[in-house]
């Protein structure tokens, strides 16, 4: 591509600076164009996508590539209307909490005695740099797993190489084999990687998810490395 065609293109992508510029290569590849390429023909059908355009790339937005300190990765965004909200796992306020996050929070209710909230809104954690990553940045409506193979999970392998090279000491949270394939791209020698079963009700009540205290296990970590510890807390 183009020297001026390539920063032009650049410039359209609706994404912090901290991260477009580590991730330039592959938001110039042939990868993305070809999902762009997917995204607009989804579009000129009018077929309805989650989350809503702008905010596809909130989870990288919302925490800036210096200020990680930990990943929670998921597979792709909530399917139903209103759900997605760009964040991993995270609903907004008003809509009714998916199984998996009702799970999550037994956990981080058994792990820190933290009383849940009633709402699903989990921005809190990412104003604290806690990156909410899908493995998978979009989907199309009542149809789970439809975006996936489409490049995607290469643009976010790249989230992952660029946090792995450019951090140091970031917790990576990975929940089910989903997750933790993707994670094994992860410098266990400079990073910690916390692994468990996935929260969903089906993995979680075969156990390997309760009883897991990631939360506990990361904030020790961050503590042992001379970094503020995230306040799990999320307001009424």
């Given at each position: 591509?183009?020297?001026?065609?390539?920063?032009?293109?650049?410039?359209?992508?609706?994404?912090?600076?901290?991260?477009?510029?580590?991730?330039?290569?592959?938001?110039?590849?042939?990868?993305?164009?070809?999902?762009?390429?997917?995204?607009?023909?989804?579009?000129?059908?009018?077929?309805?996508?989650?989350?809503?355009?702008?905010?596809?790339?909130?989870?990288?937005?919302?925490?800036?590539?210096?200020?990680?300190?930990?990943?929670?990765?998921?597979?792709?965004?909530?399917?139903?209307?209103?759900?997605?909200?760009?964040?991993?796992?995270?609903?907004?306020?008003?809509?009714?909490l998916p199984?998996?996050?009702?799970?999550?929070?037994?956990?981080?209710?058994?792990?820190?005695?933290?009383i849940p909230?009633?709402?699903?809104?989990?921005?809190?954690?990412?104003?604290?740099?806690?990156?909410?990553?899908?493995?998978?940045?979009?989907?199309?409506?009542?149809?789970?797993?439809?975006?996936?193979?489409?490049?995607?999970?290469?643009?976010?392998?790249?989230?992952?190489?660029?946090?792995?090279?450019?951090?140091?000491?970031?917790?990576?949270?990975?929940?089910?084999?989903?997750?933790?394939?993707?994670?094994?791209?992860?410098?266990?020698?400079?990073?910690?990687?916390?692994?468990?079963?996935?929260?969903?009700?089906?993995?979680?009540?075969?156990?390997?998810?309760?009883?897991?205290?990631?939360?506990?296990?990361?904030?020790?970590?961050?503590?042992?490395?001379?970094?503020?510890?995230?306040?799990?807390?999320?307001?009424?």
């Amino acid at each position: 591509m183009q020297d001026n065609a390539a920063t032009e293109l650049l410039a359209r992508v609706r994404l912090n600076d901290s991260w477009k510029y580590s991730l330039a290569p592959m938001l110039l590849s042939d990868t993305m164009q070809n999902l762009r390429g997917f995204l607009a023909e989804k579009q000129q059908q009018q077929k309805i996508i989650y989350p809503p355009n702008p905010q596809i790339f909130r989870a990288l937005n919302d925490v800036p590539l210096n200020q990680v300190k930990a990943v929670i990765l998921g597979q792709d965004p909530y399917h139903g209307a209103g759900q997605a909200n760009g964040l991993s796992f995270s609903v907004n306020k008003g809509v009714d909490l998916p199984p998996s996050l009702r799970n999550i929070y037994h956990e981080l209710k058994t792990d820190l005695g933290i009383i849940p909230p009633r709402h699903g809104d989990l921005s809190a954690w990412a104003e604290q740099g806690v990156l909410l990553l899908n493995s998978v940045l979009t989907v199309e409506q009542a149809q789970p797993t439809s975006h996936q193979k489409q490049g995607w999970e290469a643009f976010t392998d790249a989230v992952i190489d660029v946090i792995n090279e450019q951090r140091q000491n970031v917790v990576f949270i990975l929940w089910g084999a989903y997750a933790q394939r993707k994670g094994q791209r992860i410098d266990v020698h400079k990073h910690l990687v916390l692994k468990a079963a996935h929260p969903s009700p089906l993995s979680a009540n075969r156990g390997g998810f309760f009883g897991c205290k990631v939360f506990s296990k990361t904030n020790q970590y961050l503590i042992q490395h001379g970094i503020e510890p995230i306040n799990w807390q999320l307001d009424a």
